[in-house]
């Protein structure tokens, strides 16, 4: 069975770093970009962040770059999404997703929470 | 980068027809055959229905089907169901290497 699993969430403070894993399983990890997406609560889907199978390609919505770095440890079947400067706007629910343009496997969502 | 325009909420009666719509620019939606859209029930993770604007994943039901023309992107369900209530999210592939989303859209089934 395909499966993504987040973890990793929680309440940080304003400025605070926080790093979400992914860990992946029932598909061939390393053949696949991989992807992150939020969801704000009572809000729609943003995407975030995604890299390329081998690392070398990574893209970012404008309000999170300089800020979170996405990287992958495909011997570990593992995506990551390290989160600095944070701010009450990256309150939301993240998504883990398989792929880039289709993102065909969600994962269930981490919760951070980012509030004094 | 701005989210693709999509109608608030959507209702019809069990058995109808409906569509959802989902605008963008020639940027992505009008500038790419890869527009998808994807289901989310209360509390659940979104489920991809459609993707490349007309395919179907395996084991979606063929009431969903999808079209484009230019700078919109459709999302019809037939035969409407009471299970088919839930929010409704199109994306695009941009010009700029990222994926924008719609700003969803609720469907009631009254």
């Known amino acids: 069975e395909v499966q993504l699993v987040e973890s990793g969430g929680g309440l940080v403070q304003p400025g605070g770093s926080l790093r979400l894993t992914c860990a992946a399983s029932?598909?061939?990890?390393?053949?696949?970009?991989m992807s992150w997406v939020r969801q704000a609560p009572g809000k729609g889907l943003e995407w975030v962040a995604s890299i390329k199978q081998d690392g070398g390609e990574k893209n970012y919505v404008d309000s999170v770059k300089g800020r979170f770095t996405i990287s992958r440890d495909n011997a570990r079947n593992s995506l990551s999404l390290q989160m600095n400067s944070l701010r009450a706007e990256d309150t939301a629910l993240y998504y883990c997703?398989?792929?880039?343009?289709?993102?065909?496997?969600w994962g269930q969502g981490t919760t951070v929470t980012v509030s004094s | 980068q701005s989210a693709l325009t999509q109608p608030a909420s959507v209702s019809g009666s069990p058995g109808q027809s409906i569509a959802i719509s989902c605008t963008g620019t020639?940027?992505?939606?009008?500038?790419?055959?890869?527009v998808c859209w994807h289901q989310q029930h209360p509390g659940k993770a979104p489920k991809l229905i459609i993707s490349?604007?007309?395919n179907r994943p395996s084991g979606v039901s063929d009431r969903f089907s999808g079209s484009k023309s230019g700078n919109t992107a459709s999302l019809t369900i037939s035969g409407l169901q009471a299970e088919d209530e839930a929010d409704y999210y199109c994306?695009?592939?941009?010009?700029?290497?990222?994926?924008?989303f719609g700003t969803g859209t609720k469907v009631t089934v009254l």
């Open positions: 997703a398989k792929g880039k343009r289709i993102l065909d496997v």
């Open positions: 020639s940027s992505d939606v009008g500038g790419y055959n890869y």
């Open positions: 994306s695009s592939y941009t010009g700029s290497s990222t994926l924008v």
């Open positions: 029932g598909f061939t990890f390393s053949g696949y970009w």
């Open positions: 490349d604007v007309n």
